[in-house]
């Protein structure tokens, strides 16, 4: 049965026939010191007392004033007996004032360049890949696994890359990451404990690539630029390594000349630099035969950079290096906690060696091919004082512009419901390039419902 205890006027009820009285007792006495019907300073009864009132045993009683007291609750002090501790008046909850700031409203068309057609990814084929993959894997597949990713993604990795992008590269030398920020993010890490302090950058890229580097604690000096596109650093640079896009340049588009690559693959043989090379977008070449990789003219002193992100969707967070002999040891150790899941692995493995994603990119390529032949052919009709240039291969286009109208144009494309990237955003700051008014239109991201309603208010935004 319950039995009230109305000392200084509070009320609690304990059940005395369950094993559960102490523990009754102690949230009980907490509840009325948390809720304040036992006040900060007041005495409490003896456990002798308070025993006798509840009925129960001095010993039940004691050892729940001490938990309280342990916890806070309670202060107990020789010659003054058990009080309510005291606790500082809570403060009253702010009311923030109503926020006045109104969220961005979402542009009705996005050609920011670098997300591909995120509703093309092939689910279906995707999810069975995914089942033959876990069916056919063993329970050891499961576990902690090796650092570098998976045998089997590694071995279908080495394969594919060879014979599609010209990479020399060993199962034993790749190593899965979260996508291309994880890559790099692990190599700045590991060349920073070379000793390395400076790792140079293209005139133009992305500004949270900059940004990541500079993090882990290294500068981000410009590489040299010319009207052809990015030159090999200087015998007098003190980069101890690079970071470009060889195979199409981002954002501008072009491709680094063959006295280029020998130039660059000669720096890193007579410096014992390191070249980074981001492959990004390796697969969509849509007027000749790709370009290979950098990475094979010299695989003992180039890393090979390449991602899902484009070919399937960011989201998935599946990226690769192919590194150097002499990096794989400390970058292995540098990896814990930086590898994708298990199961994404498998199922990308599968979806290789099946020939599911060779068929993906394939279909790819001739949707976006179809749509930079719509671009070219619009802007021809409706704007034909805009260069389009950059337009060989990838998911953009850089459009150049009359002389000062680069931001009008931006303004005008948000205007029209339309996010693009200004040129300017991608300019590195210490570029020794003077600015060119160009915006770069992405047409990988729009379904093809959108694309001719984005074309539409691409051509009215343009000057």
Known sequence: MAKPWATYGVDLHLDRSGPGLRRGLTDALREAVRTGRLAPGTRLPSSRSLAGDLGVARNTVAEVYGDLVAEGWLTARQGSGTRVAERPPAAPAPHPAPSRRREPARPAYDLVPGTPELASFPRDQWLRA??????????????????????????????????????????DRIVVCAGF????????????????RAIATESYGLPHHRDLIRRRGCATPALPWDEHGTRPPSGRSRAGAVLLTPSHQFPMGGVLRPGDRTALTAWARDTGGLVLEDDYDGEFRYDRQSVGALQGLAPDHVVYLGTASKSLAPGLRLGWLVLPPSLVEETVAALPGRVPGVLDQLTLAEFLTSGGYDRHVRAARLRYR???????????????????????AGLHAVLRLPAGTEQSVHRAAAWHGLALGALSLFRHPEADVPPQDAVVVGYGTPPDHAWAGALDALCRALP
């Not at 499961?142 to 014979?163: E, V």
């Not at 920020?181 to 390395?196: I, K």
């Not at 052919?377 to 034909?384: I, K, V």
């Open 181 to 196: 920020l994880g890559g790099l993010d692990l190599l700045a890490d590991v060349l920073r404990r070379r000793g390395v």
């Open 370 to 392: 179809r749509r930079r032949d719509a671009l070219v052919g619009a802007l021809a009709d409706r704007a034909p004082h805009v260069r389009v240039t950059g337009i060989a």
């Open 130 to 171: 995914a089942r033959r993959a876990l069916a056919a894997a063993p329970d050891r597949a499961l576990g902690y696994g090796d650092p570098r990713g998976h045998a089997g993604l590694r071995t279908a990795l080495a394969g594919y890359l060879a014979r599609a992008r010209g990479v020399h590269a060993d199962p």
